[in-house]
């Protein structure tokens, strides 16, 4: 990739978000610099590099020195800028529901173009959307968020299948990917403000 598409601004913005939302989730931990920008940088490449083994291609992140230098930067700028502790963790929420949208929405995308079928694509999408938070969750000693009761997976596939959809119906890449993520993102907000949860084992 060498020129600025949709996609590929879909796909950084994301990186950003998740750089940022990992990041922060390591400064609430009080870890290091170094500690900070690495949850920040695995947060933000994880689901992609998931991704592109899955569509069969080189990860973006390993060739593409935008991918890593923008998880990089977000995550050294947000260890120094980080808002006051006690709004860490709604921080870190916000972030991530933004990110779960714009990942979800490019990793269903790159699936599609790739030749995979809607379906198969979805299943890409919401693991390129849920892949980086859990590795977050998993390094700062979380449960991960999409192992819980939230309404997490189910927002992922619900961007995942509108975005295929949209597609489908041939209408502008960057009006599809911005309706679905926007989508995915509200219904993720609104789960959290509402406790949505997904029914357990009595």
């Known amino acids: 990739m060498t020129s600025l598409s949709p996609l590929l601004v879909a796909d950084l913005v994301g990186i950003a978000v998740f750089a940022a939302s990992g990041a922060t989730a390591g400064v609430a931990k009080r870890l290091d610099l ?27 992140a390993f060739v593409d020195w935008r991918y890593s230098t923008v998880a990089v930067v977000t ?40 030749g995979v079928p809607p379906i198969g694509s979805c299943i890409i999408g919401m693991i390129t959307g849920i892949g980086g938070g859990l590795v977050r969750d998993l390094l700062t000693g979380e ?17 995942c299948a509108s975005v295929a959809g949209l597609d489908a119906a041939h209408l502008q890449r960057p009006l599809s990917i911005g309706l679905a993520a926007t989508l995915t993102f509200v219904l993720r907000m609104v789960a959290l403000r509402r406790n949505w949860s997904a029914p357990t084992a009595s």
């Open 34 to 60: 170094f500690g900070v920008i690495f949850v920040g940088f695995t947060a933000a490449l994880g689901g992609g590099i998931m991704r592109d083994v899955f569509i069969n291609v080189q990860p973006f």
């Open 75 to 114: 995550a050294a700028a947000t260890f120094w800028l980080h808002p006051a502790v006690n709004r860490l963790r709604w921080t870190v929420l916000v972030l991530d529901a933004a990110g779960l949208g714009l990942f979800v929405v490019t990793g269903t995308l790159k699936a599609l173009d790739a």
């Open 143 to 159: 449960i991960p968020t999409v192992l819980r009761r939230e309404i997490y997976a189910v927002a992922g596939l619900v961007g």
